[in-house]
């Protein structure tokens, strides 16, 4: 093992009860975020479903500097940082909303006290009454165009949203999303269900990313997944070293 693996190791062991993790650089989300935001791939608008303060769209905004970002997040909470990232730069947009199937309807959402944790279906926290808008309508609201880099953080709604994308995913080229171990609500589809069901819609894993490992028992939790097309140029060898 390399002095900075045993490092790295180190620190993980130090700050494993808080349940962070650290990752070296080439695993972690703004690592490849950046990696594929340089590929010559012509991406003209980012959709950040669960925005929540904004700061994954803030990333996105600098690595991706000719793309429009719209932020989708459901809570009152997040809308003096929505609010303020928006003022701050002309290429962001979001909407209060949860995104759905049930396009102009409502949904019941439990909000938790740390509002991460809030989803669909919860069990835990204040139950509220939000909006829901399909990924296609908000699409169409805001103007964007394709082609289009989604990212998801929605706590085991993601198959929902995604069939209310139909038309988004034809111009989609890539996805982020977290994706479980535990099927924590009824809608979570297990990461290996996720995989096939991106499967069927023409996307392959590329990377995974913020592997996240309960910390009661060591168990794998959650772990990011960036999909691309099945026909992107990344898959054009099958080489380990000419990629």
């Not at 303060?53 to 990333?59: L, V």
Request: no cysteine; proline share 5%; aromatic share 10%.
């Amino acid at each position: 093992m390399s002095a900075k693996k045993k490092l790295l190791g180190l620190a993980n062991s130090l700050i494993a009860p808080t349940g962070v993790q650290l990752y070296r650089k080439g695993v972690d989300m703004e690592s490849v975020l950046r990696q594929v935001a340089g590929w010559d791939h012509g991406i003209n608008s980012v959709i950040d479903l669960g925005a929540a303060k904004g700061d994954w769209s803030r990333m996105a905004l600098k690595l991706f500097p000719n793309a429009r970002i719209v932020g989708v997040d459901p809570l009152d909470e997040r809308r003096p940082y929505l609010d303020r990232l928006k003022a701050s730069n002309p290429r962001f947009d979001y909407v209060q909303a949860v995104a759905g199937k049930d396009d102009g309807g409502t949904v019941e959402l439990a909000v938790t006290p740390d509002l991460d944790g809030s989803t669909i279906h919860g069990s835990e926290g204040e139950m509220r009454t939000v909006p829901v808008h399909s990924v296609d309508a908000v699409v169409e609201m805001k103007g964007l165009e394709g082609p289009f880099f989604m990212k998801f953080d929605t706590h085991g709604f993601e198959k929902p949203i995604l069939e209310s994308a139909e038309k988004t995913l034809a111009q989609t080229k890539y996805i982020v999303m977290e994706a479980y171990n535990f099927r924590h609500s009824p809608d979570t589809l297990l990461f290996h269900e996720m995989i096939a069901f991106m499967e069927e819609r023409g996307f392959r894993v590329s990377h995974l990313v913020d592997i996240l490992n309960r910390p009661t028992d060591g168990a794998l939790w959650q772990i990011d997944l960036f999909f691309a097309r099945h026909d992107d140029p990344i898959f054009n060898s099958d080489s380990y070293r000419h990629g």
